[in-house]
Structure formats: structure tokens, C-alpha cells
């Protein structure tokens, strides 16, 4: 059976106060009710060592957003798969339509940056998704078909059922605009299909496939009833213990 998940992607918000006391927070909150999924939460590069000990006795995983797509050496600013995997962090969010928008992460950098994080033990949250031009022109389908086919159905069996897939439009991240839950469902479902031609049925059945974009505590439980919307990826409103707490509590 597949995981139902709720991840939260911080992107270049909190300080490293702010971000040990929103997870303290969350911590302290989850700790009276245990969630009925898995928990992460997704912070910038210079939290995840203190808040991977903060969270290690507790229900709550930590993630990267991004690592490099290198695995050691003259890089400078960049940091790699192995030194997240040192902090205590498990997940590592990969080809979030930021990355690839303002930082040109091309299908072959998100290839390279997946083997990378699969190779030193992360498991990737692997981000998917069509521009609003693309959705428009009903080309929703294609985009994230070429998206899987040029960063991540290279990956054997047994590396891609390491993969967590978002599903997220990009004219929905931050705007306001949710896809609606049978919008949602449909693409979900389509890729489904794609996992289950690449990899077979029993792989595309425990494939967690998680919807991102304006997510949030009021319209978290009507998109997770959909069969084939296994959670959320959550921008804004994993910002606040308590909005986040709500989608939590959708499950
Ligand atoms: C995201 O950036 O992954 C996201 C889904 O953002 P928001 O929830 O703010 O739309």
C-alpha cells in the first residue's frame, strides 16, 4: 500500500531561529495527536542539521530542497546529496518548477541531481508540472510525460519505488489558484498510467503521488479524497504550525 504524505517546502523563508521554532512547534503539536501520514517538512540547507536532531525521537521527517547535481569537489555555494544525507535529513525535493524556472534546471542537471539523491540514501520528492500557457493549450499531459521520461524513468524498478512524485501546475504554486479536485484526480490518474506502462502495475499502485499548489487546510480534505491523490506538497501554508497542522488533519 502506498504512503499518504504531507510535506511542507519552507523555500527561502525562516531564518534558523524561525525555522527551529516552527518546528518545535509542530512537533509539540503532533506529538498529542499522531498524524494519520507521514509527516516532512522541507527547509533550506542551513536548517537541516538542527532541526533533523530537534525532530529525530518525533513522527516528523526532514527534507532538502534541492542538492547538487555533483557529488563532491570545486563547486563553491553548491552542497551535495551526501552532505544532506549527513544532517540527519531523508527526503530531498527535486525539479520544483522554482528550480527549473529561475535556476535552469534542465531534465538532465534533475537526472543527475535524482541518481545523486537515490545514490546516498535520500528518497526524492520529485516535482512535476505544467505552466499556465500549457494547461491552457491542453498540453498538461505531454508536460509531465516529457518531464518523467527526461529526469526519472531511467531509474531501475527498484530506484524508482524510491521516488515520491508532486504533481504540481505552476499556475496554481502561490497563486491563490487550486487545481480543482477532479482536475487534480485526472492528471493524477494519467500518471499513474505512465508509472504502471514503465514499471508495471504493483510499482504505479505504491507510487505516492502528492498535489502541490495552493494546498491548504480548506480544500486539503476534498483533493485527498481523490484515489489517486495520495497527499500534499505544501508552500504557504506550512509557514504556520497550525495551517499546516490542519492539512495534516485532513487525513
Ligand atoms: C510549492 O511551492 O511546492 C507549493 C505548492 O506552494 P504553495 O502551496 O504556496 O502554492
Known amino acids: ?106 531534465y538532465e542537471i534533475l537526472k543527475e541531481k535524482t541518481l545523486l539523491a537515490l545514490a546516498n540514501g535520500l528518497k526524492p520528492i520529485f516535482c512535476i508540472g505544467e505552466l499556465k500557457e500549457e494547461r491552457e493549450a491542453g498540453k498538461q499531459n505531454e508536460v509531465v510525460k516529457a518531464q518523467l521520461e527526461g529526469s526519472v524513468f531511467n531509474l531501475s524498478a527498484e530506484e524508482f519505488s524510491k521516488v515520491v512524485l508532486a504533481y504540481e501546475p505552476v499556475w496554481a504554486i502561490g497563486t491563490g489558484l487550486t487545481a480543482t479536485s477532479d482536475q487534480a484526480e485526472e492528471i493524477h490518474a494519467y500518471i499513474r498510467s505512465l508509472i504502471a506502462e514503465k514499471y508495471g502495475e504493483e510499482i504505479a499502485e505504491n507510487t505516492t503521488i502528492l498535489y502541490g499548489g495552493s494546498c491548504k487546510g480548506s480544500n486539503a480534505k476534498e483533493l485527498f479524497s481523490k484515489p489517486n491523490v495520495d497527499g500534499g506538497l505544501i508552500g504557504g501554508a506550512s509557514l504556520k504550525a497550525n495551517d499546516f497542522k490542519e492539512i495534516i488533519d485532513a487525513f
Not at 513522527?59 to 555533483?70: P, Q
Not at 552542497?79 to 518548477?97: D, P, Q
Request: charged content about 25%; aromatic content about 6%; hydrophobic content about 40%.
Open 1 to 106: 500500500m502506498r504512503k499518504n504524505i504531507v510535506a511542507g517546502n519552507w523555500k527561502m523563508n525562516k531564518n534558523l531561529q524561525e525555522g527551529v521554532a516552527l518546528a518545535t512547534e509542530l512537533k509539540e503539536l503532533l506529538a498529542s495527536e499522531k498524524p494519520n501520514c507521514e509527516v516532512i517538512i522541507g527547509t533550506p540547507f542551513i536548517h537541516l542539521a538542527t532541526v533533523a536532531e530537534l525532530l529525530k525521537d518525533s513522527v516528523i521527517k526532514v527534507s532538502a530542497e534541492n542538492c547538487a547535481d555533483k557529488a563532491s569537489g570545486a563547486y563553491t555555494g553548491e552542497v551535495s546529496a551526501e552532505m544532506v544525507k549527513s544532517t540527519g535529513a531523508t527526503y530531498c525535493i527535486l525539479g520544483h518548477s522554482e528550480r527549473r524556472m529561475y535556476y535552469g534546471e534542465t
